[in-house]
């Protein structure tokens, strides 16, 4: 399938680099060079902007910072819809909020052009392992049109429902993982602090009703003060914004993740916002006294 792509940062260049793998033509376009290269080294095709990206391929992709920067490289000048030919398929695999996922799917459908949100999970380990899970709003028919494509990015590929659902289903996402964080590094500051030994507490949780997926691999990081970014903590602030401004927009009660989006606000404003979100426990050992280095 002919494919266009934007956004080849941490996650969206091993993103387009597998879909090469898989066969696909892969166009990309940046605003920096440098950015591209190693997709050109590796077989794609450079385009000058995003709508000759469009003019390119039936289906350009996107994944990007937040709302604006979608909305720019889509509707802006020299933007996807300015290339685009009626019919023409985008998928946005950014995490905005689900009523800008709505929006800009409205006023792209206006100029001929079938939008689909579809953010991801996973972090750059399963971007580049091909084992993301990918979260789809949009038309029926547009998904199966392009499943292939998410096939060759994704292990885990649910079409939630229509304009925005992805969104919505991406931020029950973050809700549930940036809270879990937050808890895990709680857990094994209080181990650590208590004087256990954390490895040995971890290892006691994995096989009791407290076993997650974030205990296993993000508790493992911690216990390893491994704080590599995979998915930079300003990204978790970013995302649990989105995810309050849309309970106070719907008028609910969500104290767990609100909680949680101050600790994530705290991680930026002390310095821990480029580590990953796993840093969490860094910031609780400062808090508690220690170094937290």
Not at 203 to 227: C, P, Q, T
């Amino acid at each position: 399938m002919e494919v266009g792509f934007i956004g080849l940062g941490l996650m969206g260049r091993p993103m387009a680099l597998n879909l090469l793998k898989a066969g696909h033509r892969v166009h990309v376009w940046s605003r920096r060079r440098e950015a591209m290269q190693p997709l050109l080294e590796a077989g794609a095709i450079a385009c000058a902007s995003a709508a000759d990206l469009a003019r390119h391929a039936p289906v350009t992709i996107s994944i990007v910072s937040d709302a604006p920067d979608v909305e720019q490289i889509t509707l802006g000048a020299d933007g996807v819809a300015d290339g685009a030919r009626s019919g023409h398929i985008h998928i946005d695999m950014s995490t905005i909020a689900p009523v800008a996922a709505q929006r800009i799917a409205a006023q792209l459908q206006d100029k001929g052009v079938v939008a689909l949100d579809a953010p991801v999970s996973g972090g750059d380990v399963g971007a580049i392992a091909g084992t993301l899970t990918i979260m789809v709003g949009g038309e029926e028919a547009a998904f199966d049109t392009v499943k292939p494509l998410f096939e060759a990015m994704g292990k885990s590929v649910t079409r939630v429902g229509g304009a925005g659902a992805g969104q919505v289903a991406k931020a029950c996402n973050q809700i549930i993982t940036g809270v879990s964080v937050a808890a895990v590094a709680e857990a094994l500051n209080f181990a650590a602090k208590s004087g256990a030994d954390g490895d040995k507490v971890r290892e006691a949780l994995l096989g009791g009703f407290a076993y997650s997926r974030i205990l296993e691999n993000h508790g493992k990081r911690m216990l390893e003060r491994n704080f590599k970014p995979g998915f930079k903590a300003w990204m978790h602030q970013k995302d649990l914004r989105i995810v309050m401004e849309e309970a106070h927009r719907l008028g609910l009660a969500l104290p767990s993740s609100a909680a949680a989006a101050q600790m994530f606000n705290a991680m930026a404003g002390c310095g821990l916002g480029d580590e990953d979100s796993v840093a969490m426990l860094k910031l609780l050992e400062r808090m508690s006294g220690g170094e937290g280095q």
